[in-house]
């Protein structure tokens, strides 16, 4: 075995960032280090990371390199050196059967971290749903994701209060319903599919022309005088760049007939 293989089949993720200082929770999350969190947004497994914040992603290795701002064979060597290991040894067959077979233990403490972060995630959807789609007046049909927020925020705050706060009885309980069925998986991936697509494109893939006008509007203020734009800046000296920038913006979601409209 190599280094890398010897470092990686050792010393797990979630052990190096505590080594480290990294302050990781028995659901698995921390600080990230890596930006200026003030809730735990970095997730540590057994091997790997994830920042639901920043981004930052990797395994042992690239945890310990961005850490000490280090090349991967150096975060490799200093891993080898911190945890006495002896990289021209052969990894002994039964501590490798070992890392194959998760212990029942280890597998429960994995669902339970998983549950907690995706319900995290969720939470902090659901909350700007419950504030970005909230009706303006009282005759206005509320929005999807208004009502799913309205629904759901309660009951995802009551889960995480259990995980966070309940006995081992009651956190294996919320597990066990969460994993049923693969829900937690399902939910997971109906987070990465949101926050994969903007805010105006619904869940058939088809734009939301009022709420891309309201997105496209939030990020280039302008107003429509005398059938002329206008910016803080005085009025708009290239129309066809606006054309430009829209369409590059919603092409991806257009069927080709209307983009070749469009970009004509």
């Not at 700007?128 to 005759?139: G, L, S, V």
């Not at 494109?201 to 429509?224: A, Q, T």
Request: aromatic fraction near 10%; charge should be negative.
């Amino acid at each position: 075995m190599n280094l890398f293989e010897v470092v990686k089949a050792n010393i797990n993720t979630q052990e190096a960032a505590q080594t480290y200082g990294i302050d990781v929770n028995h659901h698995g999350m921390a600080l990230c280090p890596f930006h200026n969190d003030r809730h735990p947004s970095l997730y540590v497994s057994d091997d790997h990371y994830h920042c639901f914040a920043c981004g930052e992603h990797g395994d042992v290795i690239d945890l310990t390199a961005k850490l000490f701002d280090l090349r991967l064979y150096d975060a490799a060597r200093k891993l080898a050196s911190d945890f006495h290991l002896a990289p021209d040894k052969p990894l002994p067959e039964a501590i490798r059967r070992k890392k194959k077979h998760k212990t029942k233990a280890q597998q429960l403490r994995e669902n339970e971290q998983l549950c907690f972060s995706v319900l995290n995630e969720y939470r902090r959807l659901l909350l700007d749903w419950e504030k970005r789609y909230a009706p303006q007046a009282p005759e206005d049909v509320p929005d999807e994701r208004f009502v799913e927020a309205c629904h759901r925020l309660l009951w995802a705050e009551y889960q995480l209060d259990i995980l966070l706060q309940g006995d081992s009885y009651e956190r294996g309980e919320v597990v066990s319903e969460l994993t049923a069925d693969g829900y937690i998986r399902k939910l997971q991936a109906h987070l990465s599919d949101t926050m994969n697509n903007p805010v105006w494109i619904d869940e058939k893939g088809k734009i939301i022309e009022p709420e891309y006008c309201r997105d496209f509007l939030s990020r280039h203020p302008m107003r429509c005088i005398n059938d002329r734009f206008y910016t803080v800046d005085g009025p708009l000296p290239d129309e066809n760049k606006l054309k430009r920038t829209i369409y590059e913006e919603i092409s991806p979601w257009l069927h080709d007939k209307v983009a070749q409209t469009v970009s004509r």
